[in-house]
């Protein structure tokens, strides 16, 4: 079993969570969330709010932190053979509505794959907040084109960002 090493990225400002399945291999290498060198998510934040992309883990966390955007992860325990979200087992999910419950800002939920979407759904369908899936940023995920996944993620973003 593997437990989850980070914790989120949130503040008493944070609007939006966005939430992850679990970090990949990549990012347990680079101690932080989305670390592959090919994942597309820092990319398309940057592009979306027209800044550059955020290098350190110190960059990111301002990043988050000065748009608003929470960053955690739905899985809190598991067992996996790979970095695909399919390969994940034995799932223990994080508390959401806890976290809700202490940072009553967040107005919206978005979701970074089929995998955490999902998992939302199961164990947390009974809350009454937006929950909104976007395409994954992942490498693995070519059914979208980059273009494509920016329209969209800017246009469920700004829809809860002030």
């Known amino acids: 079993m593997i437990c989850h090493p980070f914790k ?3 503040d008493k400002n944070s609007e939006i969570l966005i939430l992850g399945s679990f970090p990949s291999i990549d990012s347990f290498k680079n101690s932080f969330y989305y670390g592959h ?5 820092w990319k398309i934040l940057s592009n979306i709010f027209e800044e550059n992309e955020p290098k350190t883990i110190e960059e990111k ?3 988050l932190k000065k748009h608003h955007i929470a960053l955690w992860d739905m899985v809190k325990v598991c067992s996996r053979q790979n970095s695909l979200d399919s390969s994940l087992k034995d799932v223990e999910v994080n508390d959401i509505e806890a976290l809700l419950k202490k940072y009553r800002g967040i107005k919206a939920l978005f979701f970074t794959g089929k995998k955490a979407y999902n998992l939302y759904k199961k164990h947390f369908s009974h809350l009454s907040i937006p929950a909104v899936y976007l395409p994954s940023p992942s490498p ?3 059914k979208m084109s980059y273009e494509e996944k920016l329209k969209i ?3 469920e973003l700004k829809k809860y960002l002030s």
Not at 37 to 41: A, E, G, L, P, T
């Open 8 to 10: 989120p990225v949130i």
């Open 140 to 142: 693995a995920y070519v």
């Open 153 to 155: 993620w800017k246009r």
């Open 37 to 41: 060198k090919r994942n597309q998510f």
């Open 61 to 63: 966390t301002e990043f």
